[in-house]
T-cell receptor, first 114, second 115 residues
Framework: GENVEQHPSTLSVQEGDSAVIKCTYS??????FPWYKQELGKRPQLIID?????GEKKDQRIAVTLNKTAKHFSLHITETQPEDSAVYFC?????????????FGKGTHLIIQP | GAGVSQSPSNKVTEKGKDVELRCDPI?????LYWYRQSLGQGLEFLIY????????KSGLPSDRFSAERTGGSVSTLTIQRTQQEDSAVYLC?????????????FGPGTRLTVT
């Protein structure tokens, strides 16, 4: 089955700087890659996703890049703000969910230093 | 509109007891998922329903776990003879049919503690 590795496990950046979180996946058939943000004690919420037919997607201060050949994808957050502090999870799926569900990485705890 | 809801929010049970966790998906969402999140870990996929049908139950951790969905809406996850390693947050998510939209909306979770 699919395996997703996520790095780093903890990332501390100064407010205003950029943050990058990286994930690799094992199943070349995976075609959907969402990123979820989970604040302490709250439910995961989708912040951005990308499908395998595109290489990059942006939404204001966040962007995701996908390299299908290398089987890795990354989340980029620019101009970080205190409210960006949370745990971020990457995930992969061969069917956009469905019978495979989503396979998640173990998460990155992002800390924004004031 | 209302999001995904789960009950109870917290459950403390003694080892060996059975527990039942409930999920109410967003109205109109035909796909429903159960995940388990252990402390400091990512989310582990357990089972998927399309309508009332679960095509693959191999993600359930053991035969003590079972799930059902009725009327294409509410789902229950049942854990029999609970063990301490079952302690985790159980999250439910729903989405439109995977062919329509991939986004999964999560509920707040049920925190299960087995003593």
């Amino acid at each position: 089955g699919e395996n997703v590795e996520q790095h780093p496990s903890t990332l501390s950046v100064q407010e205003g700087d950029s943050a990058v979180i990286k994930c690799t996946y094992s199943d070349s058939a995976s075609n959907y890659f969402p990123w979820y943000k989970q604040e302490l004690g709250k439910r995961p919420q989708l912040i951005i996703d990308i499908r395998s037919n595109v290489g990059e997607k942006k939404d204001q201060r966040i962007a995701v890049t996908l390299n299908k050949t290398a089987k890795h994808f990354s989340l980029h957050i620019t101009e970080t703000q205190p409210e960006d502090s949370a745990v971020y999870f990457c995930a992969a799926s061969t069917s956009g969910g469905g019978a495979d569900g989503l396979t998640f990485g173990k998460g990155t705890h992002l800390i924004i230093q004031p | 509109g209302a999001g995904v809801s789960q009950s109870p929010s917290n459950k403390v049970t003694e080892k060996g007891k059975d527990v039942e966790l409930r999920c109410d998906p967003i109205s109109g969402h035909t796909a429903l998922y159960w995940y388990r999140q252990s402390l400091g870990q990512g989310l582990e996929f357990l089972i998927y329903f399309q309508g009332n049908s679960a095509p693959d139950k191999s993600g359930l951790p053991s035969d003590r776990f079972s799930a059902e969905r009725t009327g294409g809406s509410v789902s229950t996850l049942t854990i029999q003879r609970t063990q301490q390693e079952d302690s985790a947050v159980y999250l439910c998510a729903s989405s439109l049919s995977p062919g329509t939209s991939y986004e999964q909306y999560f509920g707040p979770g049920t925190r299960l503690t087995v003593t």
